[in-house]
Structure formats: structure tokens, C-alpha cells
């Protein structure tokens, strides 16, 4: 049997950092990534045949649980007709006219094969539709990783940003305005200043790329109210919260409207599929029918298509989601119980079926800099010994957890006697 560290050895020959996605190398926590070999329902199994209850579900896709067989089932029908034509296919608007029936101002929407290509086409979008060039994002938020997005804050409130990868020039990071998340009078102050030049707000409407953070009272209304004034186009950046809040996301949870939503991970059921979609008088702006270019070889792609037609099927079903938001509420309220009786600093956020934990004093953590200030030592070591127990955390202290409909009162009640042990030993 050829292990994790042989499999990783030999991985790291070929491929950078031996893996095609940075978190997936345990960087942060230490030690070496388990090398998967198979996934069903609630659990990863590794290569050396141990079972995990997996808490990553991909980084978010799997809602329905691992190789759930209708999907497999929708996936393989699909696949005997052929694997791309580049050509248009009905599955295609039947993905899009389900979308475009659930989720709220949604007219048109295109498909992509990942988030950051829906982040970074929908920003196109809005400065093609707009004529202006800056952006506004936010401390903590991740959209992927485009040019225009991978910025950081620059020295002090409201100066442009600075790039935070090599590779991305100075010039382009200028346009990126980067401010705190759930600040709203940062918000105000920016548009007082710049807002005639704005031409989007891109918003995680929970931040999921910063553990779990939740928008407070009266954040995502004062950037829909922003836009409004200004004419800048709100996208909320859905790929993660897009079915997992609910079947309208945080849009339908929290009453907000985008001008253009991003979706990706459930939508896709596991496959590489993403979406960007909103108003038809901002969507008629991309090519063919608009100057906004935009395409993708393998866009639309019908096997893909067919796993989200068959995911989107099974969650819109009265009374989904219900049991997997119980198990959320369940397993972290469960986990704050325990910790609190091991005497452990532990607070935590959750909304729907994403979850965080923040080891620290603090009582509530809304914002970056909070969650920055967070023991990651103390975190690190709850993570290996939840590893070692059996139950899959995402290897970094900034990353949301997530439940699925797989996720039986078992799994859970597992869960919990094993971070009874793990918080005794972190003292
Ligand atoms: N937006 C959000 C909110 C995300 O969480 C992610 C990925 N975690 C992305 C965009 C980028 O998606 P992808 O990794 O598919 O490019």
C-alpha cells in the first residue's frame, strides 16, 4: 500500500508545492495532506483505507453528500453521449433557466468552469457596463484569484491597494479599493470620495475565506443602497453561500438583491462549473450580443451540466434544508459546549450549513482583523487531532466548514466525542 508521505514525495517532483491548489498542502497546519482515494456520502477515505467525516466537502460543492448516485447516475448517462461538442446543448439552458428561476433578479447568466473566471468576468462586466474602472472589495474576502482581485488594503483607510502576489502589476492594483469588512461607514466614506467612479462592489455576503464571518445588521443594505446611488453594479459573490444558505443563498437569507450574482461549487455538484448571471440590460452587455468579451472552450459543458441539473433537482425539494441546517446548529453549538467544559477560548459563526471556529477570548469575531488575532497554534493542534480521530477539518484556520444532507446525527454525535478528547489536550 503506497502512502500519503510516499504519494506526496513523489507529488511534490512534479507539481509545485505537490498539489494543483495551495491550502490542499497542509501549509498551514503542518504535516502532509492525505491523498484521497474514494468519497461517499459524509466521508473521504484515504489512500491507506482510513474513513473521515469530511467537514471540506470539496471546499463546499458537495450539499448532497460524496458521490450521491443520482448525480453519478445523471453524470453517466450524460457521459455515454460524448464529453464536449464546443457546440450549444439543452442541458445548458436548462441549467440556466433553473437558475435564473431560483435565484432573485437573475434574467441571464452565463456559464464558466470556475469561480475566479465568474469573479473576474463579472467585474469585466461591470466596468464594460459602467465605463469606469475602480472596484471596491473587501479585508478578508476571497473571489479567486484574477488580476484585479488579488489585492491587499494599501497603508491607510481608503488608499488604493497594493498588489499581493507578485505577478500582478502596480498599475492594475490602483483601481482595487480595498476596505474592512462590515465597516459601513468605510463604505460610505469610500463612495463619498470615489463614487463616481466606482464601477462594482464585489462582496462574500458571508465571508467564508476568513473562517466564517457573517455580514452585521445594516452592511450588505448600505452597499446595495451605494450602488443605487452611485450607478456602481453590486456582485455578490455567491460561489460559496450560492445553496448553501438556502435555496435563493444569502440573497434570498438576508433580503438583498445583486445587480450581478457569482455562483460555483453546488452548482456545479462537484464538477468544474461556475456562473455569473444578474439584470438581462447588464448581461446583454457580453459577447455575442454585447462589446464585453467573454468565452470559454469548455463553458457549459454538458457532463457538468448534468451533475448541477441533478443537484439543483434534489435540493430544491420542500423540507432539504432544514435537517442539514439542524446538524449545523447541532455540531457547533455542540463543539462551543465542549470546548467551554474544557476550559478552551472558543467562539464561533455559523449561517445555514457554513460554519467557523475561532479559538480566542474574543466573544464575537466580525471582521478580519479579528480573526487575525486568532491562536492559529491552539487551532493547528485541534485540526491534527481531529485528523487523527477521523474527522476532516479544512487544514487552515481561515477557511469555512460545511455540513451536507449526508451528515447523519451519528456523524455528528462522532464529531463531538472526539473534540471532547482533542480540547482536553489543548490546554
Ligand atoms: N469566490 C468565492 C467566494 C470563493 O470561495 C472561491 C473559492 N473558494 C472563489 C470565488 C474562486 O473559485 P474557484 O476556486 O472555483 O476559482
Not at 175 to 180: D, F, N
Request: aromatic share 8%.
Amino acid at each position: 500500500m503506497t502512502s500519503s508521505e510516499q504519494l506526496f514525495e513523489t507529488a511534490r517532483q512534479r507539481i509545485p508545492g505537490g498539489v494543483n491548489s495551495p491550502v490542499r498542502a497542509f501549509k498551514a497546519v503542518g504535516g502532509t495532506p492525505k491523498f484521497i482515494d474514494h468519497a461517499s456520502g459524509a466521508y473521504l477515505y484515504d489512500v491507506e483505507g482510513k474513513r473521515y467525516i469530511d467537514y471540506v466537502l470539496s471546499w463546499g460543492p458537495m450539499l448532497l453528500g460524496h458521490a450521491h448516485p443520482d448525480v453519478i447516475a445523471s453524470v453517466t448517462a450524460q457521459l455515454q453521449k460524448g464529453l464536449s461538442f464546443g457546440a450549444p446543448t439543452e442541458i445548458e439552458t436548462q441549467l440556466a433557466e433553473k437558475l435564473c428561476s431560483i435565484m432573485p433578479g437573475m434574467d441571464m447568466v452565463r456559464m464558466v468552469n470556475s469561480g475566479t473566471e465568474a469573479t473576474m468576468s463579472a467585474i469585466r462586466l461591470a466596468r464594460g457596463y459602467t465605463n469606469r474602472d475602480k472596484i471596491i472589495k473587501f479585508e478578508g474576502c476571497y473571489h479567486g484569484h484574477s488580476d484585479s482581485l488579488l489585492i491587499k488594503a494599501g497603508s491607510g483607510a481608503l488608499t488604493m491597494g497594493v498588489p499581493s502576489s507578485p505577478g500582478v502589476p502596480a498599475a492594475l492594483a490602483e483601481h482595487t479599493i480595498t476596505l474592512s469588512y462590515n465597516d459601513i461607514e468605510g463604505v460610505q466614506a469610500a463612495f463619498a470620495e470615489y463614487g463616481d467612479q466606482v464601477a462594482c462592489i464585489i462582496v462574500e455576503p458571508v465571508a467564508g475565506n476568513m473562517n466564517c464571518v457573517p455580514p452585521i445588521p445594516g452592511f450588505l443594505e448600505c452597499l446595495r443602497a451605494c450602488c443605487d446611488q452611485s450607478g456602481a453594479v453590486l456582485i455578490i459573490d455567491e460561489v460559496m453561500t450560492g445553496f448553501r444558505l438556502g435555496l435563493q443563498g444569502a440573497q434570498g437569507y438576508y433580503g438583498i438583491d445583486a445587480d450581478i450574482t457569482c455562483l460555483g461549487k453546488v452548482i456545479g455538484g462537484g464538477m468544474p462549473v461556475a456562473a455569473f448571471g444578474g439584470k438581462r440590460a447588464i448581461m446583454e452587455c457580453i459577447a455575442p450580443v454585447g462589446p464585453v468579451y467573454q468565452a470559454g472552450t469548455l463553458s457549459g459543458n454538458p457532463i457538468a451540466m448534468a451533475a448541477g441539473l441533478c443537484m439543483l433537482e434534489h435540493i430544491e425539494k420542500d423540507g432539504f434544508y432544514a435537517p442539514v441546517f439542524n446538524a449545523t446548529d447541532r455540531l457547533v453549538n455542540g463543539l462551543k459546549e465542549r470546548a467551554d467544559a474544557a476550559g478552551i477560548a472558543m467562539t464561533s459563526n455559523h449561517v445555514g450549513s457554513m460554519f467557523g471556529v475561532f479559538f480566542t477570548d474574543a466573544e464575537q469575531i466580525t471582521n478580519y482583523q479579528q480573526v487575525m488575532a486568532c491562536d492559529t497554534e491552539r487551532f493547528n493542534r485541534f485540526f491534527h487531532g481531529m485528523l487523527d480521530g477521523g474527522v476532516y477539518l479544512a487544514p487552515a484556520s481561515y477557511e469555512a466548514g460545511f455540513l451536507s444532507a449526508a451528515h447523519s446525527d451519528t456523524d455528528i454525535n462522532d464529531t463531538l466525542d472526539i473534540a471532547e478528547r482533542v480540547f482536553k489536550t489543548l490546554r
